[in-house]
């Protein structure tokens, strides 16, 4: 059984997605929305990092329950008027392509959850089934979130 | 000065029993020394000072608005008016009435023509359009003008100018609503009927202080709990408000918790059995997810989220489970809080589960914030298609590409229309260069105003205000329009119960000030928009054939206007939408048997997810719910994204009083209204008075990331941690457009966050500190405040 490789796999990418969710929310103060819904979607890949970690000891891997925030990047939250008024932007095409990458990571690890899923059921374990039930939904709506940012925000981008 | 409705907001009781008939109680209200018979003529209208819909007539004498009268035979409020109509209407012949278009030159407003002032709009409108596109322009309307200007305004933007920036102040109050709507009925349209508080057992208000937002229908409560059979009531509102007061239950969460309580109450209701089972397997989809959900928040968990009794928790739940005729409002508190969406949705849910809908008694009031929110909603002029068409569909844009005789990639429909934050966002990093405000005051009204000032004040924006006074707003704009109101030009609104009112012109107005029609039809013909066989796009020219054009646009979709008429309105009482040959009296409730707008091909939304805001594919939404039942959504807590912290422990939350309207330019101008609240004050705990060493009257300092407010202290029963500012008071009297030192308006202070599904902003959530600046010296608060929350 070669459960264990893929649980390091896609706790290692949840990781990633973690500290990418809370880089963009603190890179683009200036988008609100961005701002605020990709910090309570990091909370989602956090979750799952604590329910890989639990599940991880039955398949003989030991992984690291806990995110370390020292990684993500302490931007400060208050922003100057002029940072807001375009001087400093770093948004338009930067946030874009930023979105973009989220959108890779979250699918590529839904596609990780797939993999997990079938294995489960091929080898009739239960309990990781369903941890995959409880976290690959929720993978896909970041995945979902980061494209729908996508379209709402590249007509105006693309045409200024 | 008559005070009467001043120190007695709600009038005399008429109490009335359950499944009987509401008493009428003609209001009437004339300028001083003048009786009814000394009215010329009587003016047919409604209320344009909240959003209930009050029909009254206008009484003119020697061609001056003199008074009011509250029309007897309406079904809305049966001859009654609200203290602001009562006395408001005094506002219209104010010396400050913006009387001729004024532009910016040399850094300063000076007055000029008409042809002036529309050839440097329209100048600029032609230069953006050339050098970038239809996305450098956007258009920021009002919940207070007529469904004929909506229409106008949204057919110019969205089918001529092809732009996707067109949004209502609506946003900020209204936006929930709407949105909550889609989630469960995938169409706008409130289920429920006025009538329905004649019948039902249980009343439950949301995050509604009904008794100062809109009176009379408080007043139609109070009648019922004072006759025979009175309904009891459930109240959410972490103040002391006249509705908590006569509440069976007073739950008084801590802000931005509203869907953990809902989610409790919903735990209840489920695991106690208290649901319709058979109205759930025939009309509703998702019950199986959301009993799933809801089963993690017994009463204990919302109890410690909420800092709530348990016991209080489990008693309303238990009679919200019995109620045999359960009717459900919501407003602000839940539209303007963290999880604004989610949260409404849920208080769909708990009348769907209970199968209370559709029938006498049973009904959702997702309330509206403004007299004619609910047509920005319905003509396009608010973040949605005319008609209620959905711009994810295909068909949806083909049909109205054939209303407008366009092609349909004229309408921009790639994404959802723009709304007003982000508008606000584009205005700010450069990409909207020319933004048009009609009817509202984003410098005192949106959130965060240090940051709304400066970006409207930028010197690449043309900013162009139409308005009936200098606002704080228009006093930073580059061309300023003088507009005509209420009782000084004709057309048709809409309440929240779906009936239409005309308001006919009773007077001219001042000086060179236009109909906001006239000025949207002359914008539209000096731009020359046109059809795609070469015709006028705006093919009507008055508020009547504005009326036939918008009824057309409405054939067929659930907001069906066509079988009415000006003169079938103008004959008696309001009337309810949807009115077509079929139905030619109107239709008291939407949803009887189960009947929903929600098939794929027909409905007006997919929904969005509740926590992200992603708009759901049609795909999604037809396999999900192919046989158009209801939807019941589900939904976890998220904390909310400011929380008090060592610096800022309290929760600011903001609102309303009885005797304003927003940001006060007609309120502040009417003598005893103004009188009855001239100031600015704040609310907060006997505990936490006594904790901080402030007093009753004391002058205090509140504070939060984003700036500082001074305002008199008032102690009340509001729940600790809470404080509560009104957000009515500006600059317009006092500096300008801007604080000199300390500000007043409550919006100095809250941030720049909203619902990711409605995007709605948060005005109730913001973490913020308070202290004592002076002692009251025995100053006292008027008397007239006292009336209201306590």
């Known amino acids: 059984m070669k459960i264990g490789p893929v649980l390091v796999s896609i706790h290692r990418s949840e990781m990633n997605l973690y500290h990418d969710l809370l880089q963009l929310s603190a890179r683009y103060v200036t988008e609100p929305e961005v701002h605020h819904v990709a910090k309570d979607l990091a909370q989602w890949s956090r979750n799952h990092i604590a329910k890989l970690a639990e599940i991880a000891t039955d398949y003989g891997e030991a992984l690291q329950a806990e995110t370390s925030d020292a990684r993500a990047s302490k931007h400060a939250e208050q922003h100057t008027h002029s940072e807001s008024l375009g001087i400093d932007n770093p948004s338009g095409l930067a946030l874009l392509w930023d979105l973009r990458t989220i959108h890779m990571t979250a699918s590529g690890i839904a596609v990780q959850w797939t993999m997990l899923s079938q294995g489960a059921k091929a080898l009739q374990q239960s309990d990781l089934l369903s941890v995959v039930t409880q976290c690959q939904p929720e993978t896909q709506r970041q995945q979902t979130w980061a494209q729908a940012q996508i379209k709402q925000l590249s007509p105006q981008v693309l045409s200024s | ?790």
Not at chain 2, 253 to 267: E, F, I, K, Q, S
């Open chain 2, 1 to 790: 000065m008559n005070n009467n409705r001043i120190t007695d907001v709600w009038g005399a009781r008429t109490p009335y029993a359950a499944g009987t008939a509401w008493p009428v109680r003609v209001d009437t209200h004339l300028a001083e020394g003048l009786t009814e018979h000394d009215v010329d003529r009587w003016v047919q209208s409604a209320s344009i000072l909240h959003s209930n819909g009050d029909a009254l007539d206008i009484a003119v004498k020697d061609e001056r608005i003199v008074g009011v009268r509250g029309r007897a035979v309406d079904r809305v409020n049966h001859g009654r008016l609200d203290t602001k109509d009562v006395y408001g209407w005094q506002a219209n012949e104010s010396k400050d009435r913006l009387t001729t278009p004024l532009i910016r030159e040399n850094g300063t407003l000076v007055e000029t023509d008409w042809e002036t002032a529309m050839t440097r709009i329209v100048d600029t409108t032609r230069r953006l359009l050339e050098e970038q596109g239809p996305s450098a322009v956007g258009f920021h309307t009002t919940g207070q003008l007529f469904a004929e200007e909506y229409y106008t305004l949204a057919t110019i933007a969205h089918g001529g100018i092809g732009t996707k920036h067109l949004d209502g102040n609506t946003r900020l109050c209204t936006a929930t609503a709407a949105a909550a709507l889609k989630e469960s009925f995938a169409s706008d349209g409130q289920p429920g009927s006025y009538t329905d508080v004649d019948h039902a057992d249980v009343i439950a208000l949301f995050g509604h202080n009904v008794a100062e937002t809109q009176s009379v229908l408080w007043m139609r409560m109070l009648d019922r709990l004072a006759g025979d059979d009175p309904p009891q009531i459930i109240c959410v509102d972490p103040r002391p408000t006249p509705v908590a007061r006569h509440a069976t239950v007073h739950l008084a969460p801590r802000p931005g918790t509203n869907v953990a309580l809902m989610n409790a109450l919903l735990h209840e209701i489920i695991t106690n059995g208290w649901i319709d089972r058979d109205y759930i397997d025939a009309h509703v989809i998702g019950f199986d997810d959301l009993a799933k959900v809801v089963k993690e928040y017994p009463p204990e968990r919302a109890a410690e989220i909420c800092d709530v009794p348990v016991g209080q928790i489990r008693e309303a739940a238990r009679i919200l489970g019995h109620a045999q005729r359960l009717l459900s409002t919501v407003l602000q508190g839940f539209y303007q809080s963290h999880q604004a969406t989610a949260a409404a949705v849920q208080v769909n849910n708990l009348n769907l589960v209970r199968g209370m809908l559709g029938k006498p008694g049973c009904g959702i009031f997702q309330m509206n914030g403004q007299p004619t929110a609910q047509n920005t909603r319905e003509c396009g002029a608010d973040g949605d298609l005319p008609g209620f068409r959905n711009w994810n569909n295909p068909d949806h844009i083909a049909d109205l590409a054939r209303v407008w005789n366009v092609n349909p990639d004229d309408i921009p429909h790639y994404s959802a229309p723009t709304h007003l934050m982000q508008m606000m966002r584009y205005v700010e990093e450069g990409s909207i260069r020319q933004l048009w405000v009609s009817g509202t005051n984003p410098a005192v009204s949106l959130p965060e105003l240090a940051r709304i000032r400066a970006l409207l004040s930028k010197d690449d924006l043309q900013l162009i205000v139409q308005d009936i006074f200098l606002t704080e707003t228009a006093q930073l704009a580059d061309v300023v329009l003088p507009a005509a109101t209420w009782g000084e030009k004709t057309g048709t609104f809409t309440n929240v119960d779906r009936t239409v009112h005309i308001s006919d012109k009773a007077v001219e107005p001042p000086g060179e000030a236009k109909p906001d029609l006239e000025i949207f039809i002359d914008y539209a013909r000096r731009l020359d928009l046109r059809d795609k066989d070469g015709g006028p796009l705006i093919s009507w020219s008055d508020p009547e054939s504005a009326f036939e054009a918008w009824k057309a646009c409405s054939r067929g979709r659930p907001c069906d206007y066509t079988g009415i008429t000006y003169d079938k309105l103008r004959r008696g009482s309001g009337i309810q939408w949807p009115c077509t040959e079929d139905n030619p009296d109107g239709t008291e409730r939407l949803y009887r048997d189960g009947a929903f707008f929600s098939d794929p091909d027909y409905c007006e939304s997919y929904g969005r997810d509740l926590e992200t805001g992603a708009p759901v594919t049609a795909t999604e939404y037809r396999a999900m719910n192919p046989d158009a039942k209801a939807i019941l959504r589900a939904a976890e807590y998220i904390p909310p994204h400011e929380l008090p912290s060592e610096e800022y422990p309290f929760q600011l939350i903001t609102g309303r009083t009885i005797y304003h309207f927003h940001t006060r330019t007609k309120t502040g101008r009417a003598p005893e209204l103004n009188h009855a609240a001239p100031e600015v004050w704040v609310e907060l705990s006997t505990a936490d008075a006594r904790s901080a060493g402030i007093q009753d009257g004391d002058l205090t300092e509140i504070t939060t990331p984003r700036g500082l407010v001074q305002a008199k202290a008032r102690i009340t029963d509001i729940r600790s941690g809470v404080i509560f500012l009104p957000f009515h008071y500006g600059y317009w009297d006092t500096t300008g457009s801007a604080p000199d030192g300390p500000g007043r308006a409550a919006n100095e202070l809250t941030l720049t966050d909203w619902d990711p599904a409605s995007k709605q902003p948060i005005f109730k959530t913001a973490a913020a500190a308070i202290r004592r600046v002076s002692s009251a010296a025995g100053t006292s608060v008027p008397a007239g405040m006292k009336e209201g929350s306590r």
